[in-house]
């Protein structure tokens, strides 16, 4: 198929024909069954490198002005979601997609969607000191903090590190904190496997940086 999008961040085996980037756009709408924020579906596109972030900006500029797309709300609150049209375009064409291609654009969405609800339901601040900063994580519970960890490093980076390795598995860290302070034989038997979490996941990227 002719090539007449930018390549620019583009994977090998991603998509560099404006049209095939449209179908993209509603597969992984229809695929995830619910709206989307425009920068949650650009950041999965991106994030996959499936095709270039600009290039799709524009495509999904294209679908909402076609009717393909219907965006529901305004400003930060706006969502998007497939129109009876774009599904039709979604069911009856986007299998022409490579699958390597469908995948990955899906799994980047469905992994920013659930760190999305991870920074939703566990906090964590990053305090600026006279010297390094004070990071503090904390996984809310019903009327109680579940867990309440603060930690002092260096520098900004280091404590961004330390905020996004901590939103990765909120669960596997308080497993960790668990099994090492109170001594559970359970749970230390399973500290391996929650370390090994924590250590091999991928770490999506922040939607806003």
């Given at each position: 198929m002719e090539t007449d999008a930018f390549s620019q961040d583009v994977e090998p085996g991603g998509l560099r024909n404006r049209s095939d980037i449209r179908l993209l756009l509603c597969y992984l709408l229809r695929q995830l069954g619910r709206p989307l924020r425009p920068e949650v579906i650009l950041s999965a596109i991106r994030t996959s490198g499936m095709a270039n972030y600009f290039e799709a900006a524009a495509a999904l500029e294209e679908l909402q002005r076609a009717g393909s797309i219907a965006t529901e709300g305004e400003g930060e609150a706006a969502q998007?979601?497939?129109?009876?049209?774009?599904?039709?375009?979604?069911?009856?064409?986007?299998?022409?997609?490579?699958?390597?291609?469908?995948?990955?654009?899906?799994?980047?969405?469905?992994?920013?969607?659930?760190?999305?609800?991870?920074?939703?339901?566990?906090?964590?601040?990053?305090?600026?000191?006279?010297?390094?900063?004070?990071?503090?994580?904390?996984?809310?519970?019903?009327?109680?903090?579940?867990l309440l960890v603060e930690l002092r490093v260096p520098d900004l980076r280091q404590a961004e590190r330390v905020r996004n390795r901590f939103m990765r598995d909120p669960a596997a860290f308080y497993t960790a904190f668990s099994a090492l302070l109170t001594g559970d034989e359970v749970l230390l038997a399973a500290l391996p496997e929650e370390v090994a979490k924590l250590s091999h996941r991928k770490e999506s990227e922040q939607i806003h940086e």
């Open positions: 998007c979601r497939l129109s009876a049209q774009g599904e039709l375009v979604a069911d009856s064409l986007a299998r022409t997609l490579p699958a390597s291609v469908r995948e990955r654009s899906v799994q980047a969405a469905q992994e920013l969607l659930t760190r999305m609800k991870r920074e939703q339901e566990n906090k964590v601040t990053l305090t600026p000191l006279k010297k390094g900063y004070l990071v503090r994580c904390r996984i809310p519970d019903a009327d109680a903090d579940l």
